[in-house]
């Protein structure tokens, strides 16, 4: 008899089993608990003195069935439970719907990189490509990516690009985003907070060391030297115990630091004489650096075209060639320099050539009113905007240092010729005329642009010699 009991027992778990999934059976476990739980709640009219009835809490009976559920193997999809026991226990106020957002993935664009391969990293493919650069006449800045660009990939589902951000600096960029198949592109153009950073410095041992050591943006360094760049080489000129401070922009966004702006003042103390030099807009909107005099800091050329470097051979009508071992005249500067190190024109001008020439290698030559040219050679390669019959303006980049044609080792030989004449341009300058100063009419707007910042610029000066010149506590 038992065996026969067993028997049974075992086809009608087979039967079960095949007749009816086990979702089907946590479904219909499921209503009958729901049922029991129905039938098991006190009726609001009764009275409350029922000892027999038991309520059973619906959360305790699914929490059952999950955990047996688990013990076979299995679980019950969350479909099969009604939402308001999903949220909670009956009469408890739901929790609002969990919503999964893609988290955005980050790519900084490098040099030599791909947009195809790009959009490959992050699981998309060339047709998505396709889809956003089709998107409209914004889409055209994935065709010009700089190294810097911020990429922002959001990806909900695995080959779906929902939004793709591109930032071409924290300030500026365009947003696209998935709308019924195509992408629609918003400007993303944000406001910096601008305030002011007032730091100062002095040489013990190069210009650049010491900013360093006052944390002094490099680039904000650089821009001082091209300020003071017609008055002061600072190469030969600085010496120890030389001082300097500047008061120069700070870009913040959302509180963070983003970025330096202009240098608004900054002054330079040489071998006990002293330059200073305000920012100063004019009517057309162009700005430039003056001394308080209105005198234009900006010469006619710069006492040099690179900001780091060491003279390795100077102007000699009588040098020795150091390859052909000969008396040849040498009727240029060489400037040694890192490979790659900028190089700026000195001057305004015309490039007239921009191409490979002989033994200087790879060599553009600028032309400059009133007859004067000059010429920079052995570059590593070109900038681009100094190509031939383009327009430079004085410190301008026209290439990198190399070392091309008849060239030693990495540097820069730079010529300098008057009315076709080589000239000796250490000591040419000081008998070239200034660059155009602010003129008698223009004096008065002049003044009241800067009078006030240059008061400001002389109180920190001065605050800071006060702070140096305090007593210790001691």
């Known amino acids: 008899m038992l065996s026969i009991f067993t028997d049974i027992t075992e086809h009608a778990k087979h039967f079960v089993a095949r007749y009816y999934p086990r979702k089907h059976l946590y479904m219909v476990g499921i209503l009958a608990i729901l049922i029991i739980g129905m039938i098991a709640l006190p009726n609001k009219n009764a009275a409350s003195s029922e000892p ?31 939402a308001d026991i999903v949220a909670g226990e009956p009469g408890s106020t739901p929790e609002p719907a969990r919503v999964d957002i893609a988290p955005w993935q980050n790519i900084e664009v490098q040099s030599g990189d791909n947009l195809s391969a790009i959009f490959m990293q992050v699981g ?60 629609d592109v918003e400007q993303i153009q944000k406001q910096a907070l601008i305030d002011q950073a007032f730091k100062v410095g002095t040489i013990t041992d190069s210009l650049f060391m010491a ?39 700070e870009k913040y966004l959302d509180g963070e630091l983003i970025g330096n702006g202009e240098i608004l003042a900054t002054q330079y103390i040489n071998q006990g004489k002293q330059y200073t030099a305000v920012r100063y807009i004019n009517e057309a909107g162009e700005s430039g ?39 040849r005249a040498h ?5 040694a320099a890192p490979r790659g190190t900028p190089v700026r024109a000195t001057s305004d001008g015309a490039v007239t050539w921009a191409a490979r020439n002989g033994s200087f290698g790879n060599l553009v030559v600028v032309r400059h009113a009133g007859g004067f ?31 091309t044609g008849g060239a030693t080792g990495p540097h820069l030989h730079y010529e300098f010729l008057m ?38 610029f002389d109180e920190l000066n001065d605050s800071r010699l006060l702070t140096l010149h305090q007593p210790s506590a001691d």
Not at 153 to 180: A, C, H, W
Not at 331 to 335: C, Q
């Open 419 to 456: 009315n076709g004449v080589h000239q000796n341009p250490r000591t040419i300058l000081d008998k070239l005329p200034k660059a155009v100063s602010i003129e008698v009419t223009g004096m008065d707007r002049f003044r009241s642009q800067t009078a006030a910042l240059l008061q400001h």
């Open 124 to 183: 998309l493919s060339d047709q998505d490509l396709f889809r956003v650069l089709n998107s409209g006449d914004e889409a055209k800045v994935l065709n010009r990516l700089y190294p810097g660009y911020q990429l922002d990939f959001m990806i909900r589902d695995p080959g779906e690009l929902q939004q793709l951000r591109v930032l071409k600096s924290p300030l500026e960029g365009y947003l696209f985003t998935l709308n019924q198949g195509r992408y």
């Open 331 to 335: 009727k240029g500067t060489d400037y």
């Open 52 to 82: 027999d009835r038991v309520q059973i809490p619906v959360t305790t009976a699914i929490s059952t069935i999950t955990n047996l559920a688990a013990q076979d193997g299995d679980s019950p999809p969350d479909a099969l439970l009604p």
């Open 373 to 403: 040219e000059t010429k920079y050679a052995h570059l590593s390669k070109y900038n681009r905007g100094a190509r031939r019959g383009d327009r430079v303006r004085q410190g301008d980049i026209v290439g990198y240092v190399g070392a």
């Open 211 to 249: 900013g360093q050591r006052e944390r002094i943006p490099a680039i904000t360094i650089m821009e001082m030297a091209s300020i003071f760049g017609g008055v002061i080489d600072f190469i030969l000129d600085p010496r120890l115990g030389d001082k300097f401070s500047i008061l120069y922009e």
């Open 289 to 327: 650096y003056f001394n308080p005099d209105g005198e234009s800091m900006r010469k006619a050329f710069l006492r040099s075209p690179l900001d780091v470097f060491r003279i390795s051979s100077n102007f000699n009508p009588r040098r020795r060639h150091p390859i052909l071992n000969t008396i």
